[in-house]
């Protein structure tokens, strides 16, 4: 496992325990899975916090489906 792949699966398992944690349905998971993968693949933000673009990630993907985060 490369280490772009490696960085995939860190950031999902991060986003699967923050959305455990606060009770969020799998849609959200889903869809900010989709988007962590998209930033992570185009390297838009690299040398930031993987769990800081999961937690982003996670806080847009609530805005789009419009599910309350508190």
Same mark, same amino acid.
């Given at each position: 496992?490369?280490?772009?792949?490696?960085?995939?699966?860190?950031?999902?398992?991060?986003?699967?325990?923050?959305?455990?944690? !606060?009770?969020?349905?799998?849609? !959200?998971?889903?869809?900010?899975?989709?988007?962590?993968?998209?930033?992570?693949?185009?390297?838009? &933000?690299?040398?930031?916090?993987?769990?800081?673009?999961?937690?982003?990630? &996670?806080?847009?993907?609530?805005?789009?489906?419009?599910?309350?985060?508190?």
């Amino acid at each position: 496992m490369g280490g772009a792949d490696r960085s995939l699966v860190r950031g999902f398992k991060e986003i699967s325990a923050m959305a455990d944690r !606060i009770s969020l349905p799998r849609t !959200i998971v889903d869809r900010t899975n989709i988007l962590f993968k998209q930033v992570d693949t185009e390297k838009h &933000l690299k040398g930031r916090s993987g769990d800081a673009i999961a937690a982003a990630c &996670l806080y847009i993907a609530c805005r789009q489906e419009g599910v309350p985060r508190t």
